[in-house]
Nanobody
């Protein structure tokens, strides 16, 4: 089993920055990829960014490319999402997730373990 705990969400003005953290515990050595998703009210959960453990490669949704950065601290078993130049449309609950079977997952169903989510609100 893997446990994920997100933190770092909050209220920020447009143009501001936040850094989300996701601390993993348990069988984290089985993780192939770690991802960030978000879900706004009334909308489906959408892919934000992914980090593939074996290659260190990253992938971003077009909507966040150039503004968000995903990174990982292996010693702390923690993955981060640095969010800059935030926009009101970035407002959502942000979730981190681990895939234990796929190297390059992008769909929510590709991921096996999920955190509880952290709220990010960007005011205009």
């Amino acid at each position: 089993q893997v446990q994920l705990v997100e933190s770092g969400g909050g209220l920020v003005q447009a143009g501001g920055s936040l850094r989300l953290s996701c601390a993993a515990s348990g069988r984290t050595f089985s993780s192939y990829a770690m991802g960030w998703f978000r879900q706004a009210p009334g909308k489906e959960r959408e892919f934000v960014a992914r980090y593939t453990r074996s290659s260190g490669s990253t992938l971003y949704a077009d909507s966040v490319k150039g503004r968000f950065t995903i990174s990982r601290d292996n010693a702390k078993n923690t993955v981060y999402l640095q969010m800059n130049s935030l926009k009101p449309e970035d407002t959502a609950v942000y979730y981190c997730a681990i895939s234990s079977g796929l190297f390059y997952p992008v769909r929510p169903r590709d991921y096996d373990y999920w955190g509880q989510g952290t709220q990010v609100t960007v005011s205009s």
